[in-house]
T-cell receptor, first 115, second 112 residues
């Protein structure tokens, strides 16, 4: 158990819908990262927040957005869902925004199925 | 730029050794190794910073060759629990953003 929690564990929805995935980082961690893992794309970095502010953006679609709240939990919003958005979505957290030895610890993931 | 991992898959008997490589065409600042079991979260194994540092974790160790921009993960005397997919995540710039780019993974199967 990494200490990172994600809800829900599974989500089944229809195309065109909107969903929100939630992540709580480990106690004391200020950075939250979101990743998408699908069979054909591997583990893809989406976005990073540090202490409430966006720090880095990866391959995140415009239909997706995220935010980190004052209590440091984060939400990933996925809208206008398409079949290809079906994937495992992981959240990871780390203590800092950078620096040597800063390790990312992954949560258990949310499995999203779009029908 | 996604790092290249090799081999894509390897099957071992318990007690055998394995090496997994992770190569980049760009200069790397650090390499992070993770192991993921099917349907579970990636679990952190170790970080290597540029400078050729070698690290160990139980019977798993790794090295970072700065000249070749390559990291190798060494699994010694494999145990059944070592089965899973191993990912390397590479970081090119130190400092403010810890953006990791992951390789496509190496699937390791350890048989009794």
């Amino acid at each position: 158990d990494s200490g990172v929690t994600q809800t829900p564990k599974h989500l089944i929805t229809a195309t065109g819908q909107r969903v929100t995935l939630r992540c709580s980082p480990r106690s004391g961690d200020l950075s939250v990262y979101w990743y998408q893992q699908s069979l054909d794309q591997g583990l893809q970095f989406l976005i990073q927040y540090y202490n409430g502010e966006e720090r880095a953006k990866g391959n995140i679609l415009e239909r997706f957005s995220a935010q980190q709240f004052p209590d440091l939990h984060s939400e990933l919003n996925l809208s206008s869902l398409e079949l290809g958005d079906s994937a495992l979505y992981f959240c990871a957290s780390s203590v800092e925004a950078g620096g040597p030895g800063d390790t990312q610890y992954f949560g258990p993931g949310t499995r999203l199925t779009v029908l | 730029q996604q790092p290249v991992q090799s081999p894509q898959a390897v099957i071992l008997r318990e007690g055998e050794d394995a090496v997994i490589n992770c190569s980049s065409s760009k200069a790397l600042y650090s390499v992070h190794w993770y192991r993921q079991k099917h349907g579970e979260a990636p679990v952190f194994l170790m970080i290597l910073l540029k400078g050729g540092e070698q690290k160990g974790h139980e019977k798993i160790s790794a090295s970072f060759n700065e000249k070749k921009q390559q990291s190798s993960l060494y699994l010694t005397a494999s145990q059944l629990s070592y089965s899973g997919t191993y990912f390397c995540g590479t970081e090119m710039n130190p400092g403010s953003a810890r953006q990791l780019t992951f390789g496509s993974g190496t699937q390791l199967t350890v048989l009794p």
